[in-house]
């Protein structure tokens, strides 16, 4: 394949899942400036190895789990000041900062946030990136009845925190 | 709310976030990253080759080099080499160094003597100080800025005799000729620019990875403005308290160009 098929072939890639991954690592990591900066990157590594990449069975979860080890690597070697949200840190929060009221739905958010990481990553590979078990299980390296356990206690956690807020009218 | 609506709301909660990034912003950064991977087969792949037989007797003391003999002997000296930094010489005559690893330091050693930096590279045989530190990576510059130990002493009690001696250059002109842009960050490596036709002549640098200096001693009463060098180090305090003492540390300072120190 020449390298201007494979620029052509990235860039429909691009163009078709750049979206997704980025909602998918948003909900994962709930920092919009960050997601945006974890996936570019996630991205310029894909195109960096776009023969294997191409070749990837799920080549959007490649991208997500770079984006998602890239957020480690930055926590783990963050100065202070340096702004991965850590979740135990972000649970208190009823909106997330740097995610804008106008696009992203603050209270869903805050909720998600409040999950513990590994349930978050679940829900937003389940839900946002529409994997199957299976899949987000490899992704993850962990079991399938893990995934389907993280995403059951991921939904209880959710609807029980959202419930009371979507309906507050039939509160007395 | 059944899980269907559930799952329904939390996909349209962010399906206003859109990407904005052009696709060539991308690929120009990929090919950076691509750029990264492929200097260390061009840039000193003669002096790294004529380092790798030391390399591997420094980083395996206790045994002799060789495949034979490796501790290792299913990892390729040549893969390990590659994965270990990066070093790419600019057409203005600086010089871009990215270290992956804190491996093969005499092989960079070589290849920044080649290519005209009177430098010497060493880890140190001191544990890397165990410090704490709320943040990751720290970076200190200035004389009192070291995690300086004392130099071993020999087995029969007497000081060791050090290899290299300090040069005493003001702030600025370190600064010009040694730099640590990004605080020496880039993504997972530590990335470094020397720029040595700015030395002053007769100075040299000393890199010291791994620990603290040990072959160099600070002397005592340098004029005011004298940079000490600089330091890295990597550590973090987790959320929990955890304290994560430091992988690695990183640090340079000036010192006279000799045979014995530089090469």
Known sequence: MGVGTQQLDFAEFYRSAADECLRTVLVSIGDQDTARELVDEAFARAWASWRTVSRHPAPKAWVVRTALNASISRWRRARREVHVPDPGRVADLHAVSGTSATMVDPQIMAALMRLPARQRQVVALRLILDLDTARTAELLGIAPGTVMAHMGRAMTALRHDLQPALQPESQP | ?????????????????????????????????????????????????????????????????????????????????????????????????????????????????????????????????????????????????????????????????????????????????????????????????????????????????????????????????????????????????TVVPPKWSFGVTPVYASRQCTG
């Open chain 2, 1 to 241: 709310m059944n899980d269907n609506e559930l799952s329904t709301m939390v996909r349209e909660s962010v399906t206003d976030v859109h990407s904005a990034t052009p696709i060539a912003q991308i690929i120009s950064r990929g090919r950076a990253v691509r750029a990264r991977r492929r200097t260390p087969a061009l840039a000193g792949a003669g002096a790294v080759l004529a380092g790798s037989a030391l390399a591997v007797s420094m980083l395996m003391p206790s045994v002799h080099p060789g495949a034979a003999n490796s501790r290792h002997p299913g990892s390729p000296l040549a893969q390990a080499r590659l994965a270990a930094w990066t070093m790419h010489k600019r057409a203005n005559g600086s010089i871009d160094v990215t270290i992956n690893e804190l491996r093969n330091p005499v092989g960079l050693q070589a290849a920044l003597q080649a290519a005209g930096v009177p430098v010497r590279v060493s880890y140190s045989s001191l544990p890397v100080p165990a410090t704490r530190q709320d943040g990751g990576i720290s970076v200190t510059t200035g004389y009192n800025g070291w995690n300086l130990a004392p130099p071993a002493l020999r087995k029969d009690g007497q000081a060791p005799k050090l290899a290299c001696k300090f040069y005493a250059m003001n702030n600025n002109a370190l600064n010009a000729a040694f730099q640590f842009p990004n605080d020496g960050q880039h993504g997972d490596s530590v990335f470094l620019v020397f720029k040595p036709s700015v030395l002053p002549a007769g100075a040299g640098l000393a890199i010291f990875l791994g620990g603290s200096i040990d072959d160099i001693k600070q002397p005592n009463g340098v004029p005011p403005g004298t940079s000490g060098g600089f330091t890295v180090q990597q550590g973090a305090t987790l959320k929990d308290g």
